[in-house]
T-cell receptor
Framework: EPEVTQTPSHQVTQMGQEVILRCVPI?????FYWYRQILGQKVEFLVS????????KSEIFDDQFSVERPDGSNFTLKIRSTKLEDSAMYFCASRIQGQYGYTFGSGTRLTVV | QKEVEQDPGPLSVPEGAIVSLNCTYS??????FMWYRQYSRKGPELLMYTYSSGNKEDGRFTAQVDKSSKYISLFIRDSQPSDSATYLC?????????????FGKGTTLSVSS
């Protein structure tokens, strides 16, 4: 069964450093998303991406965050200057056109120290 | 007022029991309703996906949506120990933007053999 692949599975970074989280969505999916889940809290929407541009973003997705689809297969989330409160599981998801159930990746656990 | 409310549990049942999981929501514009299963430190896995009101059945799982009451349910028949996980409800609007999912906090289910 096709999967959304995320790397790395766990990243530890120092406060103020830049991190890039990587995702390979399912190949025929056209809509891409990043969500995060702080330990013990809800899964929260960050951003959606379609046709090589951001289509929607939440209040969490401020100027410190950016997304990119650099080569037609990868989909990345960059955090420019990490804060302690950015520590969370970050999930990439994708979906096919016409259906609204997403497929999620296994996530990247980001720990900011 | 929180958009999606879900009792976090934990809910403990014996093997073979019928399980009922529920969410309420406040935004009457939600049109797509989903249930995801999440194992510890894994990404959400789509179980059921329904549009508007009504019932949908898939094997041991039945999803119900009552838009007039703003209430959705997931029933699990003949529950198995492998069903032990956190169950997340999620819902979305439909618009030209990203169809971001709004999640409940999740209900932790434990099925004992």
């Amino acid at each position: 069964e096709p999967e959304v692949t995320q790397t790395p599975s766990h990243q530890v970074t120092q406060m103020g450093q830049e991190v890039i989280l990587r995702c390979v969505p399912i190949s025929n999916h056209l809509y891409f998303y990043w969500y995060r889940q702080i330990l013990g809290q809800k899964v929260e929407f960050l951003v959606s991406f379609y046709n090589n541009e951001i289509s929607e973003k939440s209040e969490i997705f401020d100027d410190q965050f950016s997304v990119e689809r650099p080569d037609g297969s990868n989909f990345t989330l960059k955090i420019r200057s990490t804060k302690l409160e950015d520590s969370a599981m970050y999930f990439c998801a994708s979906r096919i056109q016409g259906q609204y159930g997403y497929t999620f990746g296994s996530g990247t656990r980001l720990t900011v120290v | 007022q929180k958009e999606v409310e879900q009792d976090p549990g934990p809910l403990s049942v014996p093997e073979g029991a019928i399980v009922s999981l529920n969410c309420t929501y406040s935004n009457s514009a939600f049109q797509y309703f989903m249930w995801y299963r999440q194992y510890s430190r894994k990404g959400p896995e789509l179980l059921m996906y329904t549009y508007s009101s009504g019932n949908k059945e898939d094997g041991r799982f039945t999803a119900q949506v009552d838009k007039s009451s703003k209430y959705i349910s997931l029933f699990i028949r003949d529950s198995q120990p492998s069903d032990s996980a956190t169950y997340l409800c999620a819902m979305s609007l439909v618009n030209q933007a990203g169809t971001a999912l709004i999640f409940g906090k999740g209900t932790t289910l434990s099925v004992s053999s």
